[in-house]
């Protein structure tokens, strides 16, 4: 099924959003897909995406009973205290035996995903009235959010253990994949990897690095019955690359992408599985060409090597320490054909423009900014850090009337909904949500992020406070 929920991705990317939500509508059809528990554990974030490019869809309303019977089936497999959901399922092992597992356990890449899903349901359902189910989902997305990385998160490694079983013990061969980071394909990863990307990322580059790219697992952690040391499964080159952005290793982003690339020229095929060594246990892997490895690398090239990206509160750039210059051209975004453009060198960026019309203080636009027809998005980098406080995302908030000065930025998230917001600041800051001061979390980086239940037309006010 994933094979499904993912493609619609490219829909989106070619302008075509109705397509996508047709394949959607399929999915949601299909019998007993709402017990089948990994199908709408992603399906959820990928309608969410849609929406990013189809507000105004009725899919979701039309759609709430699946969404109740799927939430109620799942969350009866959850801890009480983690919100962490068990399952069968060790993603990109066939036999969980062969990870020393068995029975229900607890796995990383699923409950990344599981959080992604709970986040979206939790706004679908107010969006739709059922404030009990948006309090249910919304409790269990704030339990995962402290436990995920409690219980998967390995700091001598510097990698995320791939499971841990029911009683709370682990396998005594502990596993460290590249599916363990899944819930980066979505947007709400960004929230609850946010303390991470160094690690994941520096981890990438030392145990899993090969000359075409990357291995599935680190050679240590070789287990019988897969060829896995010596294979990459490229559906998963969008997580690893934006890992790699995330985590200051845009050089690893390109190594990677490289190698995607010259198979693809060479062959003019989106090869699914590199098998690099033809070890033992090739022979079980049957596909070659799938179209989600296509899928994968047009998200890698988009998110992680140009740093653009979307959400349903709109588009925003997402930077990073890079240089030379990226050009995206006929990018469909609602009623808008977008030319965009990256060029400069440094981590942080000297203007962002639409149109020509300098966007300051964000590097999220503006709901009020974007207009329709035809886009022209230019950012420059620099090395030259802000002076003042920079909005950076507010993932599903759309936010107009931005204003931005040396040490106050304010702006209005239009709607109601529940959203992580990011803020790049030289220095510490003050927030206050319609008066009211909400406290912030300190991020590496100068970034500081909050957490927040906007009502509709709120005013948030970001003050930079000199350190005493």
């Keep these: 099924m994933w094979d499904h929920i993912y493609p619609p991705r490219d829909f989106l990317l070619f302008g075509e959003p109705k397509r996508a939500e047709k394949a959607f509508r399929f999915l949601l059809d299909y019998p007993h897909v709402d017990t089948s528990m990994m199908i709408p554990i992603q399906l959820l974030p990928a309608i969410n995406e849609m929406l990013a490019f189809l507000p105004d869809s009725n899919l979701v309303s039309e759609h709430m009973d699946f969404l109740r019977r799927f939430f109620h089936f799942t969350r009866q497999w959850c801890d009480a205290e983690t919100g962490l959901v068990a399952n069968l399922l060790c993603l990109a092992v066939d036999f969980p035996s062969h990870a020393g597992l068995d029975g229900l356990f607890y796995e990383a890449g699923m409950n990344s995903m599981w959080y ?5 349901l939790e706004n679908f359902a107010m969006e739709n009235g059922d404030m009990e189910l948006a309090h249910s989902a919304g409790e269990i997305a704030a339990k995962i959010e402290v436990s995920f990385p409690k219980v998967f998160f390995d700091s001598q490694e510097g990698f995320l253990r791939t499971a841990m079983r029911q009683d709370g013990s682990y396998p005594k061969h502990e596993l460290f994949l590249y599916t363990n980071i899944w819930g980066l394909d ?14 994941l990322a520096d981890y990438q580059v030392r145990k899993l690095h090969h000359p075409m790219g990357h291995i599935f697992m680190p050679i240590e952690n070789g287990i019988s019955g897969r060829s896995s040391v010596s ?37 003019r095929n989106a090869v699914e599985t590199f098998n690099y060594g033809y070890c033992a246990g090739d022979q079980t892997q049957r596909a070659d060409w799938q179209t989600f490895s296509a899928t994968a690398a047009m998200q890698a090239c988009i998110h992680a090597a140009t740093g653009l990206h979307w959400h349903r509160g709109g588009l925003f750039f997402l930077p990073a320490d890079d240089s030379g210059t990226c050009r995206l051209r006929n990018f469909h975004f609602r009623n808008c054909q977008i030319d965009f453009e990256v060029s400069g060198k440094g981590a942080f960026v000297s203007s962002m423009q639409l149109n020509g019309i ?10 009020d900014c974007l207009k329709e027809g035809h886009v022209i998005w230019r950012v420059h980098r620099t090395s030259v850090p802000p002076k003042h406080p920079l909005l950076l995302y507010a993932l599903d908030a759309p936010v107009s009337r931005l204003r ?10 239009d709607k109601a909904v529940h959203a992580p917001i990011c803020i790049y600041s030289p220095d510490d800051i003050h927030v206050r949500v319609n008066g009211k001061n909400i406290p912030v979390e300190r991020l590496p980086e100068k970034r500081f992020t909050f957490d927040y239940m906007f009502q509709r037309e709120s005013l948030v006010e970001i003050k930079l406070v000199a350190r005493r």
């Design 116 to 120: 992604n899903a709970c986040r979206v």
């Design 186 to 199: 979505y947007i709400h990863g960004l929230h609850l990897f946010r303390k991470l990307f160094r690690p």
């Design 231 to 267: 294979e990459h499964m490229n559906q998963h080159l969008g997580h690893e690359c934006l890992c790699a952005r995330l985590g200051g290793q845009m050089a690893e982003v390109r190594h990677v992408l490289s190698g995607y690339l010259e198979i693809f020229d060479r062959y």
């Design 358 to 367: 300098d966007l300051d203080g964000t590097m999220q636009i503006p709901d």
């Design 404 to 413: 931005s000065d040396s040490k106050l930025l304010t702006f209005q998230v």
